[in-house]
């Protein structure tokens, strides 16, 4: 089986392509950080391939139907994750890297496609709590909200016979380079401020979780043409609780601070 994997130099992208090399899968995958790639064909245990192709600029397409010749799935990670940033920047690695996997999809005949969205598309400054795939998402936050939202749109408007759309919750693990390092960074150096006595609920997703998702999601039967889950590791805990597992499994000290709920949300 040969498998195309956009955004494979990212967190999930790379742990994705070194499942799909373990299966004995033929793997081409594209990414904009070349620095990785070196670490990730280290590792690869199998035929994989890299591709330098940089989405959304003139000559992505062309590169991408090259490298999706015989492609039996596309999976579909390269995005822009951030809570701020240029609108251009976000449409560009959003939607129109979206469209440019459509496209090679349907023009070679690629009858499956992985699509890696986001769970942000329920944020709506409010606690919600057991949400369904089918829960109504209120306007977007910002502009990765939207964006991601517009390349999920593309894709209902005209999903190849085969489509997933996955929401996994939070990653976390090895080569985490945004949420585990962060909290333990501030753990280290000085404290956490706590809001609303710690008792916020956080629905985290360990990263092999999320990678087992995507592989059922390219090689199992599906129920029908366009499908769409949540993500998570199903074990939802309290941010104080967390912090103080963090903290024990990694011998560092656990220092808070607590801080006024109104005042942090005025800010935020």
Known sequence: MKIVVTGGTGFLGRHVVWRCAGEHCEVVFTGRN???VHDILHH???????LPVDHGTSNARTALMQAAQGADVVIHCAALSS???????????????????????????????IHLSTPSLYFGFADRFNIREDAACPPPANNYVRTKAEAERLIRANPPPQTVILRPRALFG??????????????????????RGGKALLDLTYIDNAVDAVWLAATRVLPRRLSTYNVSNGEPMALLQLLTLMAGEFGLPLRT????????????
């Open 34 to 36: 070349p620095v990785a």
């Open 44 to 50: 690869a245990d199998g035929k994989v391939l890299w």
């Open 83 to 113: 809570p701020w940033g240029r609108w251009p920047e976000f449409h560009r690695a959003n939607v129109a890297s979206t469209a440019e996997v459509l496209t090679a999809c349907h023009e070679l005949g690629i009858p499956r496609l």
């Open 174 to 195: 090895p080569w985490d380079q945004t949420l585990t390092p962060r909290l333990l960074r501030m753990m280290a150096h000085g404290s956490l401020p706590l809001m």
């Open 257 to 268: 601070r607590r801080l006024p709920w109104p005042l942090i949300s005025l800010l935020a």
